[in-house]
């Protein structure tokens, strides 16, 4: 590798970031990360962190996940690439769907679709959420009802559904027809309650209203994370999805559950839609599918959506949609390894025990320092809300946040922010003692 002064110049010169100004590069560099151990990583100067982002919500196994990484190395060797567009496919593939359709049993999916990551793996969704009421016999349904804060990728599908103005302003215009309901969020909704069931019900009511006056047969989807969470980890009440459900049911909208950061654990349940003992029509995944090591993902889909395309042999339920690397080989086999090893592990138990530890830290935090306006979690989700004034919650200053951010790295932990939000999503393997870790670096930072 070249030397670090080159390395960091040429970041500056030649990359633009995800999610970043390109401007900011030289005053604000990004810590570049060269190793990664067990639940730590190394970035370029040698400072050794616990990782308390778990890469991008996604490294659930750590960073030493011998079992994924051989599967990897194997599958390159034995097959590093095959296309699955009609006439050819691949075994590990075929394998894999095996094992998702067990992993899915319970919330009845059992079709999957493969897409090379989460934002494919929302686009995805909803188009096949369009083309099953075209199959269906109801052309017109082609609306898609969505949350404020909620992130659904950045294609031009997941942009137009997402609920942050962030992801959506600069590439307006987005998808017509796209109907956004509050967020299901205690500490800022516009019901003027903190009480959870009662801004359910409340979101309920709304979407009914939109519903009358959109026409039931106008509407496709609505798209959900059973826990937000780019949008700050926001927890709805446990009325709340169940309701989305049984409205959605009524009026033959299908429901999307959007599970690329919830699918396999991190709520502390093996997926967030059983977390809410709901069946989505549909669900995103991808992130933690290969632990992060590939980029990979796969939708899946339920029998009551598979046997309207299944049954129809007209060319309309012909799927035109799909990725060169819908399916690679290597992915497929990384994810084998990963869904063995996740249930060998049985992480989403530890995310459940140390979430809940995780979470009456913070709470302590935020007892003790002004700073910190609201602390929600649920499994190894997490996320301190950083205030200026707790009375009126107003937003912390950026630089605030920022200076937060970093005291917390230099005391030994890799914290993510958002807005005001401090969001912690470490791997799913993490012991109480790297929980009281992350807990004593927050505690210097804040
Ligand atoms: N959906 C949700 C709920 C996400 O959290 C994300 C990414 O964080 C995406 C979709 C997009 O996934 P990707 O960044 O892999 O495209």
């Known amino acids: 590798m070249r030397e670090t002064n080159f390395i960091i110049e040429n970041n500056a010169r030649h990359l633009w970031h995800p999610m970043a100004h390109p401007a900011e590069m030289q ?3 990004p810590r570049i990360i060269n190793s990664g151990e067990g639940v730590e990583i190394v970035d370029i100067h040698g400072q050794k962190v616990l990782d308390a982002v778990g890469g991008l919500w996604n490294v659930n196994l750590g ?24 006439g050819t496919t691949n075994s590990p593939l075929i394998e894999l769907s095996y094992e998702l359709a067990e992993w ?39 609306k898609f009802v969505a949350l404020k804060k ?33 967020a299901p969020f205690p500490y800022r909704n516009p019901f003027n309650t903190t009480d959870g069931a009662e801004i359910a019900a409340a979101i309920g009511r709304l979407f009914e209203d939109e519903i009358a006056f959109q026409g039931a047969d106008t509407i496709a989807a609505l798209i959900v994370e059973p826990v937000l969470g780019a949008g700050g980890v926001i927890v709805p009440h446990e009325t709340f999805l169940p309701l989305m459900r049984e409205i959605c049911d009524r009026h033959g909208i299908l429901l999307i559950a959007d599970e690329v950061i919830t699918a396999f654990g991190r709520t502390g349940a093996w997926t967030g839609s059983r977390l809410w003992g ?52 290597v992915g497929a086999a990384a994810a084998l390894a990963t869904l063995k090893e996740t ?51 107003s937003g912390a200053a950026k630089d605030v946040i920022q200076k937060v951010q970093d005291a917390t790295y230099d005391a030994g932990v890799l914290v993510r922010t958002s807005g005001a939000n401090v969001i912690m999503s470490p791997p799913l393997i993490v012991t109480a003692e790297n929980v ?9 930072g804040l």
């Open 27 to 29: 005053a604000n560099p």
């Open 63 to 86: 960073y030493s996940c011998e079992p994924v990484k051989k599967a990897i190395r194997d599958q390159l060797d034995e097959l590093p690439y095959y296309s699955t567009f009609r």
């Open 104 to 142: 899915f049993k319970p919330d009845g999916l059992s079709r999957s679709f493969f897409t090379s990551g989460g934002s494919d793996s929302v686009e995805t969704c909803l188009r096949l959420a369009r083309q099953f009421h075209k199959v269906n016999g109801q052309p017109e349904r082609t």
């Open 150 to 182: 909620g992130y659904h990728g950045t294609h031009f599908g997941g942009a137009s559904v997402n609920g942050n103005q962030n992801f959506r302003r600069n590439y307006e215009p987005l998808l017509p027809g796209v109907i956004h309901l509050p």
């Open 278 to 329: 709901v069946q989505p029509d549909m669900m995103s995944t991808a992130k933690a599918i290969t632990n992060g090591y590939f980029p990979f993902g796969a939708v899946m889909i339920s029998d009551k959506v598979a046997q309207v395309f299944e049954s129809n042999k007209s060319a309309v339920g012909s799927i035109g949609h799909g990725y060169t690397y819908s399916g690679h080989p």
């Open 343 to 393: 249930k060998r592990l049985n992480v989403a138990d530890n995310a459940a025990a140390r979430g809940e530890e995780l979470l009456a830290g913070l709470k302590k935090l935020q007892d003790k320092h002004e700073l910190v306006g609201d602390v929600r979690g649920k499994g190894l989700m997490c996320a301190l809300e950083l205030v200026s004034d707790r009375a009126k919650k």
């Open 436 to 444: 009281q870790t992350i807990l004593t670096a927050l505690d210097a």
